[in-house]
């Protein structure tokens, strides 16, 4: 049982079924966060939370009642919109305190609440200002301010940063984080920003077609994906998915592919277990960071191997070089130091981090276990 | 090269304003010549007027005609002047101008933030009152008053002004507010303001502009109507419209042409009043930073 309940939760338009058995459950001081595609169903899932979309099926509790049909202003949460949703008449101050003022606290409460979060968010000098007065930084300050005043049991984001420009959402991004460490609250975010979500949380909720495709740890979902849509999905450049059939060698299972100029090559698995699939098809799934010059290995992994390929295009981007290649008919990326000395049509001595290669079943798409 | 293509553009762009400048002041004189005339004619004596030319501008420059048409002229059979059916008029318009504004509000309101099924069947049932003339429902109208006991009476009137403006304002206030973020209405829900509460606080302060329209709107049409204020009015509720008519045709003898322009002119007084006041309040940009910016 946790803090917050979401169990068999289902949410239909008419016919159209948009959420589909949803069961997460968050404990207390989490952060959630809800990933995936535009239409995924995220928001609307976020918005049954927070009561403002009746719920088909299945139930919600908070602190173990159940909120179906519970007024969005009794469930004790509060909600940043992506719009930031200012009321455009009231000052700052204003906007912060009109919940406790609509909940009935006295004004010298309120007031303390106020100076209190206005000093946390370091947003106390603009107390008197207009929304149209503030820059989109500040806007979104106001808004986290607005939420954290009410000192709610769990905290509503969706996606808060979608409206700042690059620097600034990496800059409030931190902040975010800073403030959960700080104040410890429950918080569910809705971001479609996979760094976003790997940065934040504590759990990730990858989410397609409206089911939730794997719950974890971000560490659990970026090594382990449940499938192939959760590895695409997480993690920039993504993972690279070569066709590839499972071969015995000296007892051991490897990964056979060919290599730029067409000749059949072989990778060995760590996984015990894919000896199983020999003679099989299956999808090969490697990270770009997995395939480095032999320099910049990881000196950890029992199973680097060496692979000599042919380079298509090298692009540096400053901390890392991106290097592309053919592998299997795939363009491939791998992720090199910044100084590996790599030119394009060259062929490079590449390594690759086995250890941390996946395996789908190429019919199911789920992730074989290893 | 660039210059000199520059220095073209400019003085096209000078004989075309100027081309459009002098369009605009033909348009504007066209309108305002006939408000000369009444102008011109009303601080005349009567004798100025029937002898000489209309044209010309008064030797004797005198408020009698004025004074006559507002607190002394025949109306009907009572020698009254304007005045009273001038307060009937304001009794009559300022009502029905609040009411039908503040439930076109509603409306809109409800229609865009509060949807229910069959709400979009609703607003183009309301939008007909738009399209219906006024002399199909003078009968059922008159009917219908008779029964509620509202005949004859100004509340009569502030009712089927209503009834008869709901459509308009309706449609403008649902028009603004389908552009208003309905993410402020579902925080200030999560905040705890009800209904009423939401339209009060958040909806009503930023809705200026568009009340300015439908006050606009609705006072023009209201102040100027003539047909309900003739069927539905008695003499106690009669509005200036009417009451201007009665003194055009009801002057015995010689016809006071300089009365009947004095009147006509404080007739449309008001409307002037309100353009002139509520135009400085159409400030756009009202709803600038509510949102992503
Ligand atoms: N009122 C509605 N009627 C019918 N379908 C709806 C309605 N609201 C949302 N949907 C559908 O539900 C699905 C999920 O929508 P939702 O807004 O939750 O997506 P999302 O994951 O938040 O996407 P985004 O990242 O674009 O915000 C979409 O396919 C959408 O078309
Ligand atoms: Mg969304």
Redesign the pocket.
Known sequence: MGFLDISHVTKS??K?Q?LHEVDISVQEGEFLVLV??????????LNMIAGLEAISSGDISIKGRVINGVHPSKRNIAMVFQSYALYPNMTVGQNMTFGLEMHGVPKAERERALADVGKLLQIDHLLDRKPGQLSGGQRQRVAMGRALVRNPDVFLFD?PLSNLDAKLRVDMRTEIKKLHHKLGTTIVY?T?DQIEAMTLSTRIAV?NK?YVQQLGTPKEIYDTPANLFVATFMGSPAMNILPATVVMQNGAAHAEITDSEGVVRRLRFSQGNMAEWAGKAILLGIRPEAITDPEGADRKSGNIQPFANRVTVTEPAGSDTFVTMTLSGKDVIARMRADASVAPGQIFDFAVNMEKAVAFDPVTEARIAG | MSAATQDTAVRTGRVARTFIYLVLLLFALFYLLPFFVMLTNSLKPLSEITGGNMMSLPQVWTLDAWRSAWSTAQIGVEPTGLKPYFLNSLLMVVPAVAISTMLGALNGYVLTKWRFRGDTILFGLMLFACFIPFQIVLIPMARMLGLMGLAGSTPGLILVHVVYGIGFTTLYFRNYYASFPTELVKAAMIDGAGFFRIFWRIMLPVSGPIAVVSVIWQFTNIWNDFLFGASFADLDSMPMTVALNNLVNSSTGVKEYNVHFAGAILAALPTLFVYIVAGRYFVRGLMAGSVKG
């Not at chain 1, 239409?39 to 899932?45: A, D, R």
């Open positions: 338009y008419g159209v948009v995936g595609p535009s239409g995924c169903g995220k928001s609307t899932l996606e809705v479609h989410m409206g």
